[in-house]
């Protein structure tokens, strides 16, 4: 009887073994899933880091580009409106006739080129939001020359 209870414990034994190995088996798939959907995850949340780095710079460089159009806009703003406030001024005081045309011509160019550069600036934002047409129009460069030229000559 002796041999027996061996037999039985070394099956009892055997069979505690198989069903070890099957729990470890399965453990090493669920381990093996749980990598691959975390590999899987980690995969997804770097294109998507990626892609958010690539959303930030343009958001950036979105601004600067703002800041630069600001900047210029300020400058060209500045530039008819200053004509317009230094030529008034002369007007105000005596001068001879044919300087008090010229100085009313060059304040009419100073404001003509303040409304063309609002205008533009009006134009920029509603094309950026896709509210304007485009259209083809001739200019003379020859005269934007001279308009821009009037302004400062008689500073110069």
Not at 55 to 80: C, K, N, V, W
Request: a negative charge; charged letters at 25%; hydrophobic letters at 45%.
């Amino acid at each position: 009887e002796g041999a027996k209870d061996v037999a039985q414990l070394a099956e009892d034994f055997n069979r505690m073994a198989q069903t070890l190995d099957g729990f470890q088996a399965e453990l090493q798939r669920k381990v093996a899933e749980a990598t691959a959907e975390l590999e899987q995850t980690v995969t997804q949340l770097q294109a998507r880091n990626r892609e958010l780095d690539v959303a930030r710079a343009e958001a950036l460089q979105a601004g600067q580009d703002r800041q630069d159009f600001l900047a210029r806009m300020s400058h060209e703003i500045r530039t008819p409106l200053n004509a317009m406030v230094g030529f008034s001024r002369l007007l105000v005081h005596p001068a001879e006739p044919e300087r008090i045309s010229e100085y009313g011509v060059t304040v009419q160019r100073a404001a003509d080129q303040l409304l063309t550069v609002i205008d533009g600036v009006l134009n920029f934002t509603r094309l950026q939001s896709g509210s304007l047409p485009l259209e083809e129009a001739p200019f003379d460069p020859g005269e934007l020359l001279e308009d821009a030229l009037a302004i400062v000559a008689p500073a110069a």
